[in-house]
T-cell receptor, first 118, second 110 residues
């Protein structure tokens, strides 16, 4: 089946630093990837939709200059949390659609990245 | 904003019992999906039901969809301790965007 990986699985950083999270589709091509954020005991909130070769579409309330998304290839999207602060501590999850599967509504989710900002 | 609302928020049952979780939503949808999440892990896709379908089965899972009431239910039969997890419904609209419900924390006691 379709597999999505994320790296790193967890990261601890100091306030003010930037952190990059990678999302890769391992055995399929993904023209569209999605980035979600999940706080403890809460649901997933869509942050942005990442399209290969174009700018990401951000959800209302998500700062595009703080959460930089790059989708440079059909198998890789990156999320960079710039100047991270403790309130950015969260579980970040990406998902991807299989381009060659045609019209499909199934998204494949990565295992998530736990970000802790001290 | 979250569209899906799930109930119950938490459900605790004994192994072998059936577990039913409900999901309600507000707007028109293309499909509704159910996902499972173990603590601190990613999501696992369980089942997708399209807006023109009323019921779908997959192993011990049974999903129903009532578009007139804008609600769906997930039934897990003969539950096992390994079914312990959070279960989320997600509504799919145009562009494949998913809007997740608040989730139900299921605990299956051995």
């Amino acid at each position: 089946g379709a597999v999505v990986s994320q790296h790193p699985s967890w990261v601890i950083c100091k306030s003010g630093t930037s952190v990059k999270i990678e999302c890769r589709s391992l055995d399929f091509q993904a023209t569209t990837m999605f980035w979600y954020r999940q706080f403890p005991k809460q649901s997933l909130m869509l942050m942005a939709t990442s399209n290969e070769g174009s700018k990401a579409t951000y959800e209302q309330g998500v700062e595009k200059d703080k959460f930089l998304i790059n989708h440079a290839s059909l198998t890789l999207s990156t999320l960079t949390v710039t100047s991270a602060h403790p309130e950015d501590s969260s579980f970040y999850i990406c998902s991807a659609r299989d381009f060659l599967a045609g019209v499909t509504d199934t998204q494949y989710f990565g295992p998530g990245t736990r970000l802790t900002v001290l | 904003s979250q569209q899906g609302e799930e109930d119950p928020q938490a459900l605790s049952i004994q192994e072998g019992e059936n577990a039913t979780m409900n999901c309600s939503y507000k707007t028109s949808i293309n499909n509704l999906q159910w996902y499972r999440q173990n603590s601190g892990r990613g999501l696992v896709h369980l089942i997708l039901i399209r807006s023109n379908e009323r019921e779908k089965h997959s192993g011990r899972l049974r999903v129903t969809l009532d578009t007139s009431k804008k609600s769906s239910s997930l039934l897990i039969t003969a539950s096992r301790a390994a079914d312990t997890a959070s279960y989320f419904c997600a509504t799919g609209t145009s562009g494949s965007r998913l809007t997740f419900g608040e989730g139900t924390q299921l605990t299956v006691n051995p």
